[in-house]
């Protein structure tokens, strides 16, 4: 998800579910996504979960900054799923975006994401070196109305591309483009999170 609001709040248990598919982009000379009105310039904060809690309505991070305000059901999620990853994205140096996904169940993970003050981030993110994954953002869509992100990485993680894909249910079929490679849907270890913490995995997948 880019996500650049309140996307969830109020919403069905249901539509807080990301389904999504991930695939390695193979290494073309053709790249139909290469355009620049669709980018975005996105880096990626992974906090310490452990540090994050709900106080009254108020999601904090170290018990004093204040991460986002909560509805009812957003409380009820943030206190029954105890495995968040959390990270905090900054878009285009403006839009500061803050997010919890719970456990990943193959495609399907519970998502929760709000807009937040880009000086509290600043703040949280001036502290330490907290990993990060730095990346160029395309969006691209398909003869069948379906957008594609495709995730070009830079700086340790430079040279890798991954496209994913969002869909309305599990079972949704969907056209795959010529240029995809292997699916990595489920495969932690590609996961951003996992890729900015331990880098490239020693083995790519067969």
Not at 18 to 47: G, N, S
């Amino acid at each position: 998800m880019l996500g650049t609001g309140l996307r969830f709040q109020g919403d069905s248990l249901a539509s807080q579910m990301e389904i999504e598919r991930r695939f390695f982009v193979q290494d073309i000379e053709d790249k139909p996504w290469m355009d620049e009105k669709h980018c975005t310039a996105i880096r990626q904060y992974y906090l310490d979960s452990g540090r994050i809690s709900c106080i009254g309505n108020l999601l904090m991070y170290d018990g004093i900054h204040r991460l986002a305000a909560l509805n009812d059901e957003e409380i009820h999620l943030f206190e029954e799923n105890k495995e968040w990853t959390s990270r905090i994205r900054v878009c285009d140096n403006k839009i500061v975006v803050v997010t919890l996904k719970g456990k990943r169940e193959y495609a399907t993970a519970l998502e929760l994401e709000w807009n937040m003050d880009a000086d509290v981030a600043t703040k949280i993110l001036d502290q330490e070196n907290y990993p990060a994954v730095i990346k160029s953002r395309y969006l691209w869509t398909d003869d069948d109305g379906m957008v594609w992100e495709i995730d070009c990485f830079e700086g340790g993680l430079e040279g890798l591309i991954l496209a994913e894909i969002e869909l309305p249910s599990y079972d949704f079929k969907i056209h795959l483009p010529k240029w995809l490679g292997i699916e990595i849907t489920g495969a932690h270890q590609w996961s951003n999170s996992s890729l900015a913490h331990y880098g490239l995995p020693e083995k790519s997948l067969e």
